[in-house]
């Protein structure tokens, strides 16, 4: 008798990342990484925050900072992401705001919220690995969230019933989502809320990169478009969440879920059998650095990624071979390949590592049904142009190699 023979059946669902195993690439210095989809860490406002801790650790503050805290969250930080939100169309209380660790512990806890086994989540074909990561463990079925298709709300809703349960969400990334770096547009967003008011299921929106948009008009979130038409928070589906991870800090695990108070009210009872509350002290720092400098620093973040973008785009334009397509997005850290039919993601990673020494993920791992083999994510964040430029040139030999059956 072993431990692993009385796990949960839902123990069995549960994989390792690709991603989190690619991070470990960064540290060899002869591979040119695009795999991780991480923010440059010579772009942290690392002064900002080294004041932000000194200020929280004074005599006055230091027993608020190190106490424990109420569920919910700092009130000022809420209190700012409030106003926030207001600036993006969402008009909202700090009683509308759950602060989590990370936008990743909101997908658990909204997983765990709306899905029973058997329910089915409505995804991208691909869509954040870190999203069905989350919602594995709830043990749902998967559907293909086709935005801006003929299928219909009844035809989601019929496949759920053969699958033995009901369509209880879906999940985008509306803004250069991750993997594939695309936007919904407005009319998009405005048929997926049709929808889900027809499947009377919850919509999911990951505003991860929300922030990073680089050229373009910028599209209002999902809820924004959903409090038009209805006038208050109170009375939509969508769950918009947020994260200061792309934009501030990831390593201080600080993001946000804004929703009508009847949702936050669970969240919060989960949050408090989990965690009992976000680290009181990072959130002190995030809300003193984002109080002081968010406008001004996401400002200067969108110019260098945007130079980066831009290197990546021509990059691919000047060395991919024929038969070889792109997404061109308007924000965010990643561009989507689809390679000719017959070429491996995974296999071509295999022989890149060996050969030219250029790491990126192959796409497989962003399909819920595990399809997607000729594609792969590159991210442009944490490279110069002169990488960039060098990783495409290699990309494009390596590819050429591989049509060609060398």
């Known amino acids: 008798m072993t431990l692993e023979q009385i796990f ?47 200020e929280a650790l004074t005599p006055s503050r230091q027993a608020q900072a190190l106490q424990y805290s109420i569920s919910e969250g700092y009130l000022p930080l809420r209190r700012w992401l409030a106003a926030h939100m207001g600036t993006l169309g969402v008009p909202c209380g700090t009683d ?5 660790s990370g936008s990743q512990q909101a997908l658990d806890y909204l997983g765990k919220l709306f899905l029973s086994p058997g329910d089915t989540a409505l995804v991208g074909w691909p869509t954040y690995l870190g999203a069905l990561a989350a919602f594995n463990a709830y043990e749902p079925e998967y559907d293909r969230l086709r935005i801006g298709s003929n299928r219909s709300a009844a035809d989601y809703m019929a496949q759920a019933e053969v699958a033995g349960g009901r369509v209880k969400m879906a999940y985008l990334s509306a803004d250069f989502a991750n993997p594939t770096g695309e936007t919904v547009d407005r ?6 809320l049709d929808q889900a008011e027809a499947m ?50 990831p390593g201080l695990r600080v993001g946000w879920v804004v929703a009508s108070q009847a949702v936050i009210r669970q969240l919060v009872l989960m949050k408090q059998a989990a965690d009992l509350h976000s680290s009181s002290i990072n959130q002190i720092a995030i809300h003193s650095v984002a109080e002081r400098l968010f406008d001004s620093h ?11 973008r831009d290197a990546m785009l021509d990059g691919l334009a000047r060395h991919m071979p024929d038969g070889v397509t792109w997404t061109r997005p308007e924000g965010g850290m990643f561009v989507w390949l689809t390679l000719p039919t017959g070429l491996d993601g995974a296999d ?19 399909f819920a049904d595990g399809s997607g083999a000729n594609s792969l994510r590159l991210s442009f964040s944490c490279a110069s142009e002169s990488m960039i430029e060098d990783g495409m040139k290699r990309l494009g030999a390596l590819l050429r190699d591989a049509q060609a059956g060398r």
């Open 8 to 54: 949960a059946t839902r123990a069995a669902r549960l994989k390792a990342s690709e991603i989190r195993e690619l991070l470990k690439l960064l540290d060899q210095p002869d591979i040119l990484s695009f795999a991780g989809g991480i923010p440059d860490p010579s772009l942290f406002p690392a002064e900002a925050f080294a004041q932000a801790f000194a």
């Open 96 to 100: 509308n705001i759950l602060i989590t």
């Open 187 to 192: 009319a998009g967003r405005e048929q997926l």
């Open 200 to 249: 009377d299921c919850a919509v999911i929106e990951d505003a991860a990169y929300q922030a990073l948009r680089y050229d373009g008009d910028p599209v209002p979130p999902i809820l924004a478009l959903e409090i038009a038409r209805k006038g208050s928070v109170e009375a939509c589906r969508t769950i918009y969440c947020g994260s200061f991870s792309k934009t501030l800090s």
């Open 298 to 308: 996401v400002a200067s973040l969108r110019a260098v990624y945007q130079r980066r």
């Open 348 to 366: 071509l990673l295999a022989r890149s590592l060996e050969t030219v020494k250029v790491a990126f993920v192959p796409g497989r791992a962003f």
